[in-house]
């Protein structure tokens, strides 16, 4: 998964689009100018390959891609968790209608998946996660995420639980530097994997930390056959797809080149790698890259794909559904 140059294809864009290893694009706030040119986008990437996933990373609070031009500015995911620990029903109401209201507005634009939930646990120390997590406790983070999953899926969309095992313990910003944890196994288990656990099947895609677990394995989870392979399929018994983290981000480049990090990422258990924010350097790794996957991953992302069809925009303005759930995100946070 790789993304485009700017807010048009070039031929460049095409051609890498058009490449037997891509499998996705992901966007960013630089690809957005308004609803009509981000659906223009995204029915150009259709255009060169309809099978092509297409994603963002829009949480909500500070992790937002567009939040202009009707999108609705969404909450961090630490307000909903706050909200619970006032009243409980209504923060699940409200966490589903964020579900909803994201994930619909989103595919009225053409976009199929966003990377969320964030399942980290807030302990208040890390420097990349804070906010963006629902809460400190993981019963709370499971039930909250839960309904997230649920408004997200009442829209015909795949959920992806992040970061696997957990990252918000290590302090760290993978963005930048190599996190760690220090912490014995079965403390990650019982506490910051807990919600990959309990979600169970509900879970439809995991992407996993660019963090050492110093305990476990010498290998940051993305790469490692032990969290991904031992503990997430096989002791988790988690049967959907695994998306990398970002192999540009400095955490990744104990994998070596962009290459050899790529190729460690798919033989550890990934499903498919996501390069940003450099595409001809991804490029060279469409190129170089040696590896088939086999079908049960490739059923895998196909199962991400959405389902059903999604409302155009001014459809989506008037249906009940959606009405609803602005009216109680604008009561709430208002």
């Given at each position: 998964m790789?993304?485009v140059?700017g807010?048009?294809l070039?031929?460049d864009?095409?051609?890498?689009l058009?490449h037997p290893?891509?499998?996705?694009?992901i966007?960013f706030?630089?690809?957005?100018e308004s609803?009509?040119?981000?659906?223009?986008?995204?029915?150009?990437i259709?255009?060169?390959?309809?099978d092509?996933?297409?994603a963002?990373?829009?949480?909500g609070?500070r992790?937002?891609?567009f939040?202009t031009?009707g999108f609705?500015v969404?909450?961090a995911?630490g307000?909903?968790?706050?909200?619970w620990?006032?009243?409980?029903l209504?923060?699940?109401?409200v966490?589903t209608?964020v579900?909803?209201?994201?994930a619909?507005e989103l595919?009225?634009?053409?976009?199929?998946m966003s990377?969320?939930?964030?399942?980290?646990?807030?302990?208040?120390?890390s420097?990349?996660?804070?906010?963006?997590a629902f809460?400190?406790d993981p019963?709370?983070?499971?039930?909250?995420?839960?309904s997230?999953?649920?408004?997200?899926?009442?829209?015909?969309?795949?959920?992806?639980g992040?970061?696997?095992?957990g990252?918000?313990?290590?302090?760290?910003?993978s963005?930048v530097?190599m996190p760690t944890?220090d912490?014995?196994l079965?403390a990650?288990?019982?506490?910051?994997a807990a919600?990959?656990?309990?979600?169970?099947?509900?879970l439809?895609s995991?992407?996993?930390?660019?963090v050492i677990y110093?305990?476990?394995?010498a290998?940051?989870?993305?790469f490692?056959?032990?969290?991904?392979?031992?503990i997430?399929r096989?002791?988790?018994r988690?049967?959907?797809?695994?998306?990398?983290?970002?192999?540009?981000?400095?955490?990744?480049?104990?994998g070596?080149?962009?290459t050899e990090a790529?190729t460690a990422a798919?033989q550890a258990?990934?499903?498919?790698?996501?390069?940003?924010?450099?595409?001809?350097?991804?490029?060279?790794?469409?190129d170089?890259l040696?590896f088939?996957?086999?079908?049960?991953?490739?059923?895998?992302?196909?199962?991400?794909?959405?389902r059903?069809?999604?409302l155009k925009?001014?459809?989506?303005m008037?249906?009940?559904q959606y009405?609803?759930?602005k009216?109680?995100?604008?009561n709430?946070?208002?």
């Open positions: 790789l993304d140059v807010k048009q070039s031929a864009d095409v051609r890498r058009a290893m891509t499998g996705g694009v966007l706030a630089r690809h957005f609803r009509a040119q981000l659906h223009a986008l995204t029915d150009a259709r255009a060169v390959r309809d092509l996933l297409i963002v990373d829009h949480e609070g992790v937002q891609r939040r031009d609705t969404l909450p995911m307000k909903l968790g706050a909200l620990d006032k009243d409980v209504h923060a699940t109401k966490t209608a579900g909803y209201v994201l619909s595919r009225a634009c053409g976009i199929d990377f969320t939930p964030v399942l980290d646990l807030n302990y208040g120390q420097q990349v996660i804070g906010d963006r809460h400190g019963r709370v983070v499971t039930l909250l995420a839960k997230l999953n649920h408004g997200l899926a009442l829209a015909g969309m795949a959920n992806c992040k970061h696997f095992p990252h918000g313990y290590a302090e760290a910003d963005h530097a944890d912490r014995p079965e990650i288990l019982a506490d910051d919600p990959y656990d309990w979600l169970g099947m509900s439809a995991v992407l996993p930390a660019h110093t305990q476990v394995d290998k940051p989870a993305g490692s056959r032990v969290w991904l392979q031992d997430l096989g002791r988790l988690f049967q959907g797809a695994i998306f990398s983290d970002d192999l540009s981000m400095e955490a990744a480049r104990q070596g080149t962009l790529a798919l258990g990934c499903d498919m790698v996501l390069i940003c924010n450099q595409p001809e350097e991804a490029e060279k790794v469409l170089a040696r088939k996957p086999s079908k049960e991953s490739r059923q895998r992302l196909k199962a991400m794909r959405p059903g069809k999604e925009w001014s459809k989506l008037a249906e009940p009405q609803q759930a009216t109680l995100l604008r709430t946070f208002t």
